[in-house]
């Protein structure tokens, strides 16, 4: 594999690093995952990341992301940062996301 994580680096963002983005009333979710540098947009329901990883693995059929891995875990460890935001924020909210992944990526 190429990429190994240390149970360290787990552990790390599963302190922290899992957030769930609720929006209400129409209960949206929006999950990210904040990496060292980067944060990620994924969503477990639709077994998507945004990482690179994602893309060149999950899509491949080989493995999924780590990620997708460590939000499995969060949700069994209960350890899932939960933010509640208004509908009004969505779009706001939408927009700052892709534009750290887009700057993130393109960097
Ligand atoms: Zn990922």
Redesign the pocket.
């Known amino acids: 594999m190429r990429y190994t994580r240390t149970q360290n680096t787990i552990n790390v963002i599963l302190r922290k690093g899992v957030k769930l983005h609720l929006f209400k009333p129409s209960n949206r979710r929006i999950w990210t995952i904040v990496g060292r540098n980067n944060e990620?947009w994924?969503d477990p329901e639709n077994n998507f990341?945004?990482?690179k990883?994602?893309y060149f693995q999950t899509l491949s059929g080989k493995e999924k992301?780590?990620?997708?891995r460590i939000i499995d875990i969060a949700k069994r460890k209960k350890l899932i940062d939960s933010i509640e935001f208004s509908d009004d924020e969505y779009t706001i909210f939408l927009k700052a996301l892709i534009s750290d992944i887009y700057f993130s990526t393109t960097r």
């Open positions: 990620y994924v990341c945004s990482c990883d994602y992301c780590y990620h997708l």
